[in-house]
Structure formats: C-alpha cells, structure tokens
C-alpha cells in the first residue's frame, strides 16, 4: 500500500471510530432527552398559564420529583411532567407523591404523553395521585373536585 493510500485508509477508520462513539454516547443522548423533558414542561406550563393557573418552576436539581407548583384558589398542585415514549411506570408515583408532601401540596398530578403502567395506575389511586395527559391540563381544576 502506498504511503497516499495508507493515510486515506487511516483517516477512514478514524472516521468511522468518531462517528461510531457519536452514535453510542450516552451522554449525547441523554442531553437530548433533557432537551425533550424541558420542552414538554414548558408546554405544561403555557397550558396551565393560559388557563388562569399561577404557576412556579422548580430548580432542575433538588425539585424532589415535582417540576411545575400550580396554584390558584386554595389549592397548591404538584405536577411531574414526562414525555417519555413507553408508558410511565411506579417510580414517576413515588417521585410526585414525596414532592408532593416536600412542596406542601394540596394534590399530585402527573402529567404523561405516553400514558401509565397498570401498576402505576393502582398505585396513583392508593397514593391519591391524578393521572392525566397533555390535553387534560386545560381541565385541571375539573379533576380536583
């Protein structure tokens, strides 16, 4: 092989290295899954905005499973927002309802685009959490009653 040839073929495999460890970066990944969540919160909260809701962000670290504190009247909701492509599952119930109880809230409402475990579903019922999705939010104060 020449010397040419030889420097072609390296920078090739170099090539197909860097965008085969691009591919498989978690972190890249995991970036853009955050990207996703912030842009479905946002939404939430426009929704809840509209809709004549107070509404208050938490901290991205720290917010004990509650990312939006919606108030209005006397009630003080706790929402979890996901917007996950599988079904959410027990851990997201758990999250909202110690939120809840941290942030002093009158109601747990988790907000999901992909809808909930059956499981999920038993334990929001046992934990008195509200399981709603994106288009529900316009009727939150409905679901409170």
Sequence with gaps: MEKEDWFIFIASQIEKTCLNAIENNTSINKNQ????GIFFENHCIKILKENGWKVKET????DQGVDIIASIDNY???????N????????????ISAGKTYWKGTHAVLVSKSGFTKSAQKLARANKVKLINEFELKELGNFLI
Aim: with cysteine; hydrophobic share 20%; net charge positive.
């Design 33 to 36: 899954n955050y990207k996703k």
């Design 76 to 82: 003080r909701i706790c929402i979890q927002c996901k």
């Design 84 to 95: 996950h492509k599988k079904p959410i599952g027990n851990s997201a119930i758990q999250e």
């Design 59 to 62: 901290p991205n670290t720290g």
